[in-house]
């Protein structure tokens, strides 16, 4: 199969991605610009730049890009604060899911599988089973089976962390609560009840930002795990490496994880207040059977075969080749 990628930002690998790595299990792949017979494209740069081929085409994306479409107002708002101006690689927030649509034939977004789409978790394409980027991120283990197998019970010293990278949000925690989501409100007042170890660059207080952040959750018993903005469907890496560490997710996004993930192994904060949030915390921290069985238990019971690789690449390869 010869597969070209088009529209990515700088530092996306053409050789070395979810993509390949999932078509590698059904074909050999060729990388090339020459007459592919797929373009992958995402939501950087020059749409035009899909003119000059005239195979099939393929919109993805892992970020909530649907969230505006929801909200137009955030638009506004980082316009005003001049975060998309600062942040260039934010610019395509502007445009939601629909515009891409109408120049793909066929799309890899995470939410429902329907005619046009193929559901890709976020999670499942930040965590393939290796790239380069990634070496020894979870000792090179395969995820489908970490996350199917007991897990390993590791020495908890500490309560809760926290690791968060957004520069951008500043003091508008308020507006980015009722607008966005509600973590950087969350960690702000469930620090105030008890000491949160923040590893990440917003509001780190350990002194440093975090380097491998799998190694690192596995002293705590708790990991605040909130996605950036809400669908229902958009769950990222932050709730499943958690898992990967034996630490319990205090989870805050989208409910279709738990169609196959286990919901009694994570502190659910959607729809609840900081005290809320901070009790069930406290009453599981108290209970040691209750921390070795939430640390330890599989996360997924059978994993599903829709998300498995071999499937995905069929699904891939019937809609380039087979479909109108």
Not at 23 to 34: P, V
Not at 165 to 179: P, Q, R
């Amino acid at each position: 199969m010869k597969l070209w990628f088009e529209n990515f930002p700088h530092y996306w690998l053409k050789q070395n991605n979810f993509i390949v790595d999932v078509l590698h299990t059904k074909t050999n792949i060729e990388i090339t610009s020459e007459n592919p017979d797929l373009v992958v494209f995402s939501d950087f740069g020059d749409i035009n730049a899909l003119n000059k081929y005239k195979c099939k085409k393929c919109f993805y994306t892992l970020e909530n890009i649907h969230f505006v479409v929801l909200n137009q107002s955030n638009i506004n708002y980082f316009d005003s604060k001049s975060i998309i101006k600062e942040n260039p690689l934010l610019a395509p927030i502007k445009y939601p899911f629909e515009y891409y649509l109408k120049y793909a034939d066929f799309s890899l977004l995470f939410y429902e599988t329907n005619a046009k789409n193929i559901e890709v978790p976020v999670w499942l394409a930040l965590l393939p089973v290796k790239t380069k980027n990634l070496k020894n991120y979870y000792d090179d283990r395969n995820h489908y089976k970490i996350l199917t197998e007991k897990r390993t019970a590791f020495n908890k010293k500490e309560y809760c962390s926290f690791i968060c990278s957004n520069k951008f949000v500043g003091d508008d925690i308020d507006y980015w609560a009722e607008n966005i989501s509600p973590r950087y409100k969350l960690f702000d007042e469930l620090n105030k009840k008890q000491f949160i170890h923040s590893g990440g660059k917003y509001k780190n207080n350990i002194g440093r930002p975090v380097k491998n952040k799998c190694d690192y959750l596995k002293k705590f018993v708790f990991n605040l795990a909130f996605e950036n903005s809400y669908h229902h469907y958009y769950t990222s890496e932050k709730l499943v490496e958690p898992f990967f560490s034996s630490c319990i997710p205090v989870y805050w996004g989208g409910e279709r994880c738990f169609d196959f993930m286990r919901k009694d192994l994570v502190v659910y904060a959607n729809n609840k207040n900081s005290d809320e949030i901070h009790e069930e915390m406290l009453e599981i921290y108290n209970d040691e059977y209750k921390i070795k069985y939430m640390t330890t238990e599989p996360v997924i019971d059978k994993y599903p075969i829709e998300y498995t690789p071999k499937y995905i690449a069929e699904q891939i390869l019937d809609r380039t080749f087979y479909t109108t």
